[in-house]
């Protein structure tokens, strides 16, 4: 078990070991998070910048967190009040967080590519916290954690991803994980929003909701990502929670041990009931609680650690 990765950029291309490695690292910091001291010093001396260039909340977060608990000094980028505003470009804006002798920059930004542009300009390790439409990979991880975690495997699962797969970068990257790591990936959603060339990912598209909840172990649920869609997709909203949101009665038609998940942020009563969202099968705060440990493993493997076993347990 090892990595060498100095970036994760995506996880396309990362090896079902390597993945494996993350999750399992990622096991050792939540042992690490229930310590009296959550500390370690992993990070100690090193620098991260937080270029968050599209809004978030959790990955932010999350991030900034796991930095803290690995005792680096942190640097959080605020776009609109940075000289971006004034015309600099993204390089140039890297280039000089790079003079300030960071380490590690995280970036969200809402231009596909973005992290793997600055890997090529920079030498300081890239971490991609969601690249327009392509990929979140830190999400696809804690995703793939949560469900180990919960149903103690993930080879032979059947994951349903329900809604606005199209401009989802968490679809992406959980299919390429889900897929690598031994899953039956299904997509449901409006045909505008799931798009038949998914299944050249190797996924199963269907347009019978009914159909793909049935044998659902898990249920992940997708907003309707209005800021990357240059054209209304579907009628209304309410016409959408009709035919696509899980309600109560369509969870009642689900395996009663199937497990409903959710990125973030929520819009309740469009893609799923208030009521679900709250209920005991809903994963949605242990999915933010895993985050903190997946973003504290990705940081510690992409400075050099090769894997759980450098943990002391
Ligand atoms: N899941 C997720 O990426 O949420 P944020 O946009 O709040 O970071």
Known sequence: ?????????????????EIVTVLDTARAFKAVGKRAIKKVPALRGKTVVNLFIEPSTRTRISFELAEQRLSADIINFT??????KKGETLKDTALNLEALNADFIVIRHSASGAPHFLSRVLNAS??????????????????AFTIRERKGKIQGLNVTILGDVLYSRVARSNIWALTKLGASVTLCGPSTLVPRVFEQMGCRVTYNIEEAIADADIINLLRIQHERQRKTMFPSLNEYASLFGLTKQRLERTRPDALIMHPGPINRGV?????????????????????LAIRMAVLFLV???????????
């Open 1 to 17: 078990m090892s990595w060498h990765r100095k970036h994760l950029l995506d996880i396309e291309s990362l090896t079902a070991e």
């Open 79 to 84: 776009a609109d009040a940075s000289s971006l």
């Open 271 to 291: 893609e799923i009931d208030s009521e679900i969202a709250d209920c005991d099968r809903s994963v949605i705060l242990e999915q933010v609680t895993n985050g």
């Open 303 to 313: 400075n050099g650690g090769k894997g759980p076993q450098e943990l002391v347990q």
């Open 126 to 143: 890239v971490i991609n916290a969601g690249d327009g439409a392509h990929e979140h990979p830190t999400q696809a991880l804690l995703d």
